[in-house]
């Protein structure tokens, strides 16, 4: 079988779809019933944006190519054996491919979705699986979830690993000085301390608009407030293309108005365009969209400081020092942490962000206090070098 990217010649409803994913079999015919769902779902329905294009299109590509491999029908949803087709599939996942639980839930979800969708369109008399009740703890269970049995279970195919609870990593103090230490390109550090101070995700990382920089002298107070708006004109990209304000503290705002006089616009005179992202590459051209180029960066800096490290592991850190901040001067404010965090996360729901809570009531170490602070007393942000 082959898993490949459409051109911008593919056109559907008089819309090209460049990078669509579109399943063959061996033989270059296409696998109706995948692409079928495929256009319905990523094109009309509920899967998700652009961004679940790739990760759709290979899990249904090794779903099937796992079918190939052993002789082994789609259709063939009554085996009348105990292991499901998609229990065989779940297994071999686990046991063959080694791959990592989120993975197998990732793939999972969507193949189920197809088989639904087959079940619709009468191709099969019956699904592959069946449902049962499980504990639901913060995050649901997504677009899976089928019938609530209460206010703490859903149901849920009953092929689906089960989640597990594993608290999201994050760097220690020392985790950040070692990362921002062996940070030796100026413009490389802008952007790392841009995501430990912020909190944004590797594609508002790589869309933050220029715009959004200004003179913090011309401001009163000790934070700046920063919108975040898709639809302004600037092409900042927010998940779900959702608005949102951002506190930037003063210090912060400094640096980064240093950086754009002293750096940044250097930078942007390489290229053929003007762009009007801040963090441009070494040819002056903005980061991927999707922020995987910056992803790359990070993790290499981070080999060199000696700390496993990616881009969302620079927001795990932003968020829960800054809620052991927050908790920590409670009396001194009237902000209330997990909201502020969550304003400041972007996160639809608060159970999201109650993950940093669990964080937080884990942590033994005193050094994690006085984050904010600390990382920013150890680099002078008027310093030309940052």
């Given amino acids: 079988m082959e898993l490949i990217a459409a051109t911008k010649d593919l056109v559907i409803g008089a819309h090209p779809y460049p990078g669509f994913p579109i399943v063959l079999w ?25 961004r679940s294009w790739g990760s759709t299109g290979r899990a249904l590509y090794d779903f099937f190519s796992f079918l190939q491999a ?14 499901s087709l998609l229990s065989a599939y779940r297994d071999y996942c686990f046991d063959v491919a080694k791959l990592a639980r989120n993975t197998v839930r990732q793939r999972l979800l969507y193949i189920c979705e197809f088989y639904k969708f087959a079940h619709r369109n009468d191709w099969i008399e019956k699904l ?6 499980r504990a639901s703890f913060h995050r649901n ?10 206010e ?22 020392d985790g950040c000085k070692a990362l921002l230490k062996a940070t030796t390109n100026p413009h490389h550090l802008m952007l790392i301390r841009m995501a430990l101070l912020t909190g944004l995700r590797r594609e508002e990382l790589a869309s933050f608009p220029l715009q959004y920089v200004v003179n913090p002298a011309l401001y009163s107070g000790n934070n700046i407030q920063v919108r975040l708006d898709p639809k302004d004109g600037h092409n900042m990209m927010t998940k779900g293309t959702k608005a949102r304000d951002l506190w ?15 750096r940044r616009n250097e930078r942007g005179s390489m290229a053929a365009q003007v762009h009007n992202n801040l963090f441009l590459n070494q040819n002056g051209e903005p980061y991927s969209g ?17 700390v496993k490290v990616h881009t969302h592991m620079l927001r795990h850190t932003y968020a829960t020092h800054t809620l052991v901040a927050l908790q920590r001067d409670r009396g001194d404010t009237k902000i209330e942490p ?12 608060i159970n999201t962000t109650m993950i940093y809570s669990h964080l937080v009531n884990e942590l033994a170490d005193e050094a994690v206090l006085k984050y904010d602070d600390e990382l920013n007393d150890w680099i002078d942000p008027t310093n030309d070098q940052t």
Wanted: hydrophobic share 35%; aromatic share 8%; charged share 20%.
């Fill in 152 to 173: 703490n279970t859903v149901s849920v195919p009953d092929v689906m690993p089960r989640r597990q609870k594993d608290l999201p990593k994050f760097l220690s103090k």
């Fill in 248 to 262: 930037i503290s003063r210090r912060l705002m400094a640096a980064l108005h240093h950086y754009v006089i002293h």
């Fill in 70 to 83: 052993n002789d082994l029908q789609w259709q063939d949803v009554d085996r009348g054996e105990d292991k």
């Fill in 128 to 133: 592959p699986f069946t449902y049962e009740q």
């Fill in 338 to 349: 997990l909201v502020f965090l969550q304003r400041q996360l972007g996160h639809a729901s």
């Fill in 26 to 50: 061996a033989n270059m015919e296409s696998c109706a019933p995948v692409n079928s769902f495929l256009r319905y779902y990523l094109l009309r329905g509920s899967i998700g944006s652009k």
């Fill in 141 to 150: 269970e997504g677009f899976l979830a089928h019938i609530h049995g209460g």
């Fill in 290 to 306: 999707d922020g995987k180029s910056i992803c790359r960066l990070i993790s290499g800096i981070g080999q060199r400081a000696g």
